[in-house]
């Protein structure tokens, strides 16, 4: 029972533009939600989170979308740039463990 | 505070041995989570602490897996009789206590993980 779905395993885009990653989920318990950056051989790295009680999050480039209706939550980064070439996770979670994406790995193409 | 560390990076060991990996979570951060990692998944959970209680295992913590957190600070993950299927990366997390869903909520905080390799 997959209860975070990334249904894209890969994304490309080109330096500067809009990277849009996708995630859905099932569980409507959720109290959180979370994006995690994951370069190779290193532990996962917080992004951004949006509460279940908002739509919207925005931090810097990165804005995280909820919609609560379609369960289905979507992280935007504009401008996009090389460095953001990574695996991007989905998470959701409550007041206990979070539950994770297969992950969607991004390459920005200079 | 250096973030959550843990110890060993790498581990190759045979198969039908044990192997002891430790966390040192983020001193004020009162829950500790243990996840494994394999190639093409995301992290799956396995077990957490709150201080030194366990509160939650998965399904995946076999009774070959124990953690211990004695003290509420540092953990322990042991697995005993390795085999082949234990090879992953496991990974430890560290957080403080949700609260209040009004607020923001900056995640979990991860370590770089154990790369165990049973051969």
């Known amino acids: 029972d997959q209860q975070v779905k990334q249904n894209s395993p890969s994304l490309s885009v080109q330096e500067g533009r809009i990277s849009i990653l996708n995630c859905d989920y099932t569980?409507?318990?959720?109290?959180?939600f979370l994006w995690y950056k994951k370069y190779p051989a290193e532990g996962p790295t917080f992004l951004i989170s949006i509460s279940s009680i908002k739509d919207k999050n925005e931090d810097g480039r990165f804005t995280v979308f909820l919609n609560k209706s379609a369960k289905h939550l979507s992280l935007h980064i504009v401008p996009s740039q090389p460095g953001d070439s990574a695996v991007y996770f989905c998470a959701g979670g409550s007041q206990g463990n979070l539950i994770f994406g297969k992950g969607t790995k991004l390459s920005v193409k200079p | 505070d250096t973030g959550v560390s843990q110890n060993p990076r790498h581990k190759i060991t045979k198969r039908g041995q044990n192997v002891t990996f430790r966390c040192d979570p983020i001193s004020e951060h009162n829950r500790l989570y243990w996840y494994r990692q394999t190639l093409g998944q995301g992290p799956e959970f396995l077990t957490y602490f709150q201080n030194e209680a366990q509160l939650e295992k998965s399904r995946l913590l076999s009774d070959r897996f124990s953690a211990e957190r004695p003290k509420g600070s540092f953990s322990t993950l042991e697995i005993q009789r390795t085999e082949q299927g234990d090879s992953a990366m496991y990974l430890c997390?560290?957080?403080?206590?949700?609260?209040?869903?009004?607020?923001?909520?900056?995640?979990?905080?991860f370590g770089s993980g154990t790369r165990l390799t049973v051969v």
């Open positions: 997390a560290s957080s403080p206590r949700l609260r209040d869903r009004r607020k923001p909520f900056y995640g979990y905080t």
């Open positions: 569980n409507s318990m959720f109290d959180y």
